[in-house]
Nanobody, 126 residues
């Protein structure tokens, strides 16, 4: 397993941008599919985006397509979530996750990921 630490959350006005970072420990980061999930108050955790370890394939939640971009830098053991055009509905705790997946697979459920960070709060004001 890897240890994950998120950063970059905060308070932003609607229409603004934030970039979340997730730093991973361990030497095998490049072999992990990485994902971002979020959980708003009173709601279940939901998948946001994921990027495969093998070919950089990505997959996003429909409601964030065109606004959020997931990327990774294997040399820095870090995955990013660039969030643009934020709305109050994006307010949540955002969690980074890592999972071992087959070649080309990204994973979109919590069960696809075995390691989780502690979360970072994102608050979007209207």
């Amino acid at each position: 397993q890897v240890q994950l630490v998120e950063s970059g959350g905060g308070l932003v006005q609607a229409g603004g941008s934030l970039r979340l970072s997730c730093a991973a420990s361990g030497r095998t980061f490049s072999r992990y599919t990485m994902g971002w999930f979020r959980q708003a108050p009173g709601k279940e955790r939901e998948f946001v985006a994921a990027i495969s370890w093998s070919d950089g394939r990505t997959y996003n939640l429909d409601s964030v397509k065109g606004r959020f971009t997931i990327s990774r830098d294997n040399a820095k053991n870090t995955v990013y979530l660039q969030m643009n055009s934020l709305t109050p509905e994006d307010t949540a705790v955002y969690y980074c996750a890592a999972g071992r997946r087959q070649y080309g697979a990204v994973g979109t459920t919590g069960a696809d990921f075995g390691s989780w960070g502690q979360g970072t709060q994102v608050t979007v004001s209207s």
